[in-house]
DNA sequence: ATTACAACTATACCCGGGTATAGCGGGTTA
DNA sequence: TAACCCGCTATACCCGGGTATAGTTGTAAT
C-alpha cells in the first residue's frame, strides 16, 4: 500500500466540522504542516453558512455533534448536494454507528485517539475520490447540456437510435419520412458531438447510469 | 424500508460458520422457521471440503474463530473465489474490526445479541446481491465464450472496430486489404451474434468492465 | 398581410458497412 | 501428390447513414 501524497492536492479543500475547540486546534495544526487547505467549523450551521470553493474536498465530521447527528446530516447532506467524502471521527462510537456510517459511503471511520496518518490518509483517499467524482461530473455535465440542446424530436430519435433501431422503423413508428429522420441524425450527430454511431451509445450510456 | 420475503429465496443457501454450537443451532432453527436452507459449518476448514452448490449463496460469519480470522479469510477467499456476500456476527468486536469489514464489502456487521430480523434482513439482502451478481456473471460467460472463439486476427479487428476505427484505417494499420477487414468484421458480427455496430459496442463495454 | 422561422419532405448523390462469388498462396493431412 | 482448409484478396453489388439543395407546409411575431 504506497501512501498518496499531499502533493497532488493543492488545489483541495479539507473541512472540519467538530465543537470541540481542542480538537479543531489540533487538526489545524496538522493540516497546515503537511500543506493542507483547511477550513474548521463549530457546528453544521456555521459550515452551512459557509459558500464551498470549486475545489476537490473532503468533511471531517464528528459523529456526535451538538443538535444534529453527524450521521443523519450525512445522508441528508449526500442527497441534496452532490456526494462528498466523509471521514468521520469520533471518541465515543459504537459498531452499529460505524457500520451505518460506512454504507451509507463514509471513506473511514476513526476513533479518537487516531494516529495523525491514518486520518491523512482517509483525507487522501476522499480527496483523491472527489477529485474523481468532480471530473466525472463535468464531463457529464457537458453531455447534458448537449442533450438538452436536443429538440423534442431529436431526443426521440437519438433515443429510438441509441437502441439500435434503423432509420426506417423510426420514420414508421413516428409517422415520418425515412429523409427526415437521416435529417434529424446528422443534426443529433451534430449537436451531441459525436463522430460516430459508437460514440453517441457510449454517450447515451454515460447519461442513463447517472439518470437511472 | 420493505423488507423482502424469504419467498424469493427458495433456491438459495445461507452458510454459517461459528465454532459455538449453540449459536448454530439456534441459526439452524431460525433458518428453518423461515424456510431458508442453511448449512452449519465450525471451521473454515470444514466449510471449504464442502462443494458449494450452485445457488445464490450467503455467508454468515464469525469474525473470531479458531486458528482463522473471519476478516483475512473473506477477503483472500472474495479474492480466490466469485465474491460471495458476506454477513458477520461477533460477540468480541470493536469499531476497527466492523469498519475494515465494510470496507472489504461485507454485507452488514452484527453484534451479538441481535435480533433475528436484522440478521435475516441481512441475509435477504445478500442473497439478492448473489443472485444479481450470477445472473452478470452468466452473461459475461456468454460474451467471453463467443470473443474468445474469435481468431486472433479477429479479436484484433474488434478491438479497433469499438474504438471506432473505420474499415479502412484498420486495414492500413494492419498491412491488409479493406476488403479483408470488411469481411473480418462480418465474421465478428456473427460470432458475436451481434446484430448492430451498437450492441458490438455494449458487448464490448461489458467484457472490459469485467476483465478490468 | 407580410415576414420569418421551424419542421418536414423529395431528389440526387457520396461514403462506409456488408455479402457473394471466385481466385490465390501456404500449410496440414491422407 | 492430391485433397483440403485457412487467411487474404479482387470484383461487383446491395443497403443504410449522411449531406446538399430545394421546396412544402404551418405557425408565430411584426
Redesign the pocket.
Known amino acids: 500500500m504506497t501512501r498518496v501524497q499531499p502533493f497532488h492536492f493543492r488545489d483541495s479543500t479539507v473541512v472540519v466540522i467538530d465543537d470541540d475547540p481542542s480538537v479543531r486546534k489540533a487538526l489545524t495544526n496538522l493540516f497546515s504542516s503537511v500543506g493542507l487547505n483547511a477550513h474548521m467549523f463549530a457546528s453544521i450551521k456555521e459550515f452551512l453558512a459557509w459558500s464551498m470553493p470549486d475545489t476537490p474536498i473532503c468533511l471531517v465530521l464528528d459523529v456526535r455533534m451538538p443538535g444534529r447527528n453527524g450521521l443523519d446530516f450525512q445522508q441528508e447532506f449526500s442527497r441534496s448536494h452532490a456526494e462528498i467524502p466523509v471521514v468521520f471521527i469520533t471518541a465515543h462510537g459504537d459498531i452499529p454507528m460505524s457500520v451505518r456510517a460506512m454504507k451509507s459511503g463514509a471513506i473511514e471511520f476513526l476513533t479518537k485517539p487516531f494516529k495523525d496518518q491514518d486520518l491523512l490518509d482517509a483525507i487522501y483517499a476522499g480527496l483523491a475520490k472527489s477529485q474523481t467524482r468532480r471530473e466525472e461530473m463535468a464531463t457529464i455535465g457537458d453531455l447534458r447540456a448537449r442533450y438538452e440542446s436536443l429538440?423534442?424530436?431529436?431526443r426521440q430519435v437519438m433515443d429510438m437510435?441509441v437502441k439500435g433501431?434503423?432509420?426506417?422503423q423510426?420514420?414508421a413508428k413516428?409517422?415520418?419520412?425515412?429523409?427526415?429522420?437521416?435529417?434529424?441524425?446528422?443534426?443529433?450527430?451534430?449537436k451531441m458531438q459525436a463522430t460516430?454511431?459508437l460514440e453517441?451509445g457510449r454517450m447515451s450510456e454515460k447519461l442513463d447510469r447517472i439518470a437511472n
Chains 1, 2 share one sequence.
Open positions: 429538440s423534442v424530436r431529436e437510435v433501431q434503423l432509420s426506417k423510426i420514420a413516428l409517422h415520418l419520412s425515412e429523409i427526415t429522420v437521416k435529417v434529424c441524425r446528422g443534426q443529433i450527430m451534430r460516430s454511431l453517441l
